[in-house]
């Protein structure tokens, strides 16, 4: 079946097999090997990318449900003046150790921004709740989304 994507501002088609998952196309299609494959169960969020400005898990999500749409991945935050602010608000808070879950986290953290921008501490706690991390203990997790949001 042949789809159309716009992926981090470029749209690209492709012609994919209609039981794709989102997060293998990603991979294994478009080279955009950030968006992490964890689980295959959507337990885990390492997959977690923006779908039309939503977080969703890309394990969860055929590519030909997002034929037409707008998908954001850990590589599309960067612009030319350099990281996302959360991306370096993960940095300066030692926010990751192995760094597997972090791209899920991130990506989950910036769609809790979109919607909340002055989040306090449950409620970053409730928007990161579907991604696991099994390094941090979520304390600097939560710091950094906490950094990233600037002043209250």
């Known amino acids: 079946m042949r789809i159309q994507i716009t992926v981090n501002g470029e749209t690209r088609s492709h012609?994919?097999?209609?039981?794709?998952?989102?997060?293998?196309?990603?991979?294994?299609?478009?080279?955009?090997?950030?968006?992490?494959?964890?689980?295959?169960?959507?337990?885990?969020?390492a997959c977690t990318v923006l779908l039309d400005g939503l977080s969703v898990k890309s394990c969860t999500?055929?590519?030909?449900?997002?034929?037409?749409?707008?998908?954001?991945t850990i590589e599309g935050l960067e612009s030319a003046e350099g990281f996302h602010p959360l991306q370096e608000a993960f940095r300066a808070s030692h926010a990751l150790q192995c760094g597997f879950c972090t791209p899920g986290m991130v990506m989950a953290s910036v769609s809790l921004l979109a919607d909340e921008p002055h989040p306090d501490e449950a409620r970053i706690r409730r928007g990161i709740e579907g991604n696991l991390c099994r390094c941090t203990g979520y304390h600097n997790i939560v710091r950094a989304v906490r950094a990233a949001s600037g002043p209250r």
């Open 61 to 72: 999500v055929l590519a030909v449900q997002a034929d037409g749409c707008e998908v954001v």
């Open 15 to 45: 012609d994919v097999e209609p039981r794709t998952l989102l997060v293998h196309h990603l991979r294994d299609s478009m080279g955009l090997n950030g968006t992490n494959v964890g689980c295959d169960t959507s337990s885990c969020g």
